[in-house]
Nanobody, 123 residues
Framework: QVQLVESGGGSVQAGGSLRLSCAASGRTFSSYTMGWFRQAPGKEREFVATISRSRNTYHADSVKCRFTISRDNAKNTVYLQMNSLKAEDTAVYYC?????????????????WGQGTQVTVSS
């Protein structure tokens, strides 16, 4: 298993940008499909984006063309670049790792989770 630590959250005005980072421990990072999820107050945790071992990506419709997931295996890090932020993007953002091969949007296959980082967008 890997241990995950997110960073880069904060407060920003609508229309602004943030880049989240998720640093993973261990030497098998490149073997994992990585994902970002978020949970807004009073709502269930939802899928945001995922990147496979072969760097195929998939983004939720709500963030397409605004958010971009990427990974740097040499740094054991996955990123979420968030542009044109909206108030409805306010949530705790979680990084997760799965050994399932390929694009994985469901939460169940992810067995390693970070502690989360808060993103607050003011309108």
């Amino acid at each position: 298993q890997v241990q995950l630590v997110e960073s880069g959250g904060g407060s920003v005005q609508a229309g602004g940008s943030l880049r989240l980072s998720c640093a993973a421990s261990g030497r098998t990072f490149s073997s994992y499909t990585m994902g970002w999820f978020r949970q807004a107050p009073g709502k269930e945790r939802e899928f945001v984006a995922t990147i496979s071992r072969s760097r195929n990506t998939y983004h939720a419709d709500s963030v397409k063309c605004r958010f971009t997931i990427s990974r740097d295996n040499a740094k054991n890090t996955v990123y979420l670049q968030m542009n044109s932020l909206k108030a409805e993007d306010t949530a705790v953002y979680y990084c997760a790792a799965s050994l399932r091969v390929g694009i994985t949007t469901a939460q169940e296959p992810y067995n390693c989770w970070g502690q989360g980082t808060q993103v607050t967008v003011s309108s």
